[in-house]
């Protein structure tokens, strides 16, 4: 079913909190993402890097995209003792891996986003995301994750 998108530019909930996964953005403990390029509708593409942090030499980093379709479900709930609730859907996502070294900190990742998927939006009832995420195995600790949502993006 054709989807008409109408309006200027809103405020967005944008929260850095660990609690906060409406819009997920927050750092590893060790790394975190920076984009450098984002054109995200189909045909697009992402481009950025893992910043690591001094002392982190060795590993892999896995660094995934992925296209989700949310939508609200409880949209005719008017009240602040009910919060949105969201279901979501991926559309496609994409995975590759970047090999740490120790003289480098900084490790670029790219994607190209296939022809068909829609425009990075937010709505109040429905959103389409572009999610950056990247993921490192530790040993005996939980695994190291962080996660980027590129939201009204430009290059200054």
């Given at each position: 079913m054709p989807v008409e998108v109408?309006?200027?530019?809103?405020?967005?909930?944008?929260?850095?909190?660990?609690?906060?996964?409406?819009?997920?953005?927050?750092?590893?403990?060790?790394?975190?993402?920076?984009?450098?390029?984002?054109?995200?509708?189909?045909?697009?593409?992402?481009?950025?890097?893992?910043?690591?942090?001094?002392?982190?030499?060795?590993?892999?980093?896995?660094?995934?995209?992925?296209?989700?379709?949310?939508?609200?479900?409880?949209?005719?709930?008017?009240?602040?003792?009910?919060?949105?609730?969201?279901?979501d859907e991926v559309l496609w996502q994409h995975q590759t891996s970047v090999e740490l070294e120790p003289a480098r900190r900084w490790l670029p990742f790219g994607f190209e986003i296939p022809t068909g998927l829609p425009p990075g939006m937010e709505g109040h009832i429905i959103s389409w995301r572009y999610e950056i995420e990247a993921q490192r195995r530790v040993r005996a600790r939980p695994d190291e994750r962080a996660v980027i949502t590129p939201l009204r993006f430009e290059i200054g």
């Amino acid at each position: 079913m054709p989807v008409e998108v109408r309006g200027g530019e809103q405020t967005v909930h944008e929260g850095d909190h660990l609690y906060d996964r409406l819009i997920a953005s927050y750092p590893a403990r060790h790394f975190h993402l920076e984009l450098a390029a984002a054109l995200l509708e189909g045909g697009g593409h992402l481009r950025g890097r893992v910043h690591v942090a001094e002392g982190v030499s060795e590993g892999v980093v896995q660094v995934a995209v992925r296209c989700r379709e949310t939508w609200r479900t409880n949209f005719r709930i008017r009240n602040w003792r009910h919060p949105p609730l969201w279901d979501d859907e991926v559309l496609w996502q994409h995975q590759t891996s970047v090999e740490l070294e120790p003289a480098r900190r900084w490790l670029p990742f790219g994607f190209e986003i296939p022809t068909g998927l829609p425009p990075g939006m937010e709505g109040h009832i429905i959103s389409w995301r572009y999610e950056i995420e990247a993921q490192r195995r530790v040993r005996a600790r939980p695994d190291e994750r962080a996660v980027i949502t590129p939201l009204r993006f430009e290059i200054g």
